[in-house]
């Protein structure tokens, strides 16, 4: 996954993962996805859900914020945004689903 052509998504998790002395099985184990699936994600080859993308975070130890972004809190995202993120990790799979269909339903709307 390429965000603005220049984040690596996949490479930061493999990275992360690496750092915490974990193989790709433990995490997709972790995580409840196959190790070739997470192989394809970690080389940016395959999609992931939002929710799979949760997961890996709380099994890294880190939130969305730190997977996704480089720059300070600050700089980026307002109080609110923050609190969002950081709520998002304690909804169940439903939950984050709903939460995907009402933002991109709020997406429509503009």
Same mark, same amino acid.
């Given at each position: 996954m390429?965000?603005?052509g220049?984040?690596?998504? =996949? =490479?930061?998790?493999?990275?992360?993962?690496?750092?915490?002395?974990m193989?790709?099985? *433990?995490?997709?184990?972790m995580v409840?996805?196959?190790r070739?699936? @997470?192989s394809?994600?970690?080389?940016n #080859?395959?999609?992931?859900?939002f929710s799979?993308?949760n997961?890996?975070?709380e099994?890294? =130890?880190?939130?969305m914020?730190d #997977?996704?972004? *480089?720059?300070?809190?600050?700089?980026? #995202?307002t109080k609110? *945004?923050k609190?969002l993120?950081?709520?998002?990790k304690h909804?169940?799979d439903?939950?984050?689903?709903?939460?995907?269909?009402f @933002?991109?339903?709020?997406?429509?709307?503009?």
């Open positions: 390429n965000v603005g220049t984040m690596n998504v =996949g =490479g930061k998790i493999k990275e992360l993962r690496k750092e915490r002395n193989t790709a099985s *433990q995490l997709a184990d409840g996805i196959t070739a699936h @997470l394809g994600v970690e080389n #080859l395959k999609p992931v859900s799979t993308l997961k890996i975070c099994a890294l =130890g880190i939130t914020y #997977l996704f972004c *480089q720059d300070s809190p600050d700089d980026i #995202l609110e *945004q609190d993120l950081e709520a998002s909804l169940t439903t939950q984050m689903k709903k939460l995907s269909k @933002l991109d339903s709020l997406k429509s709307e503009d």
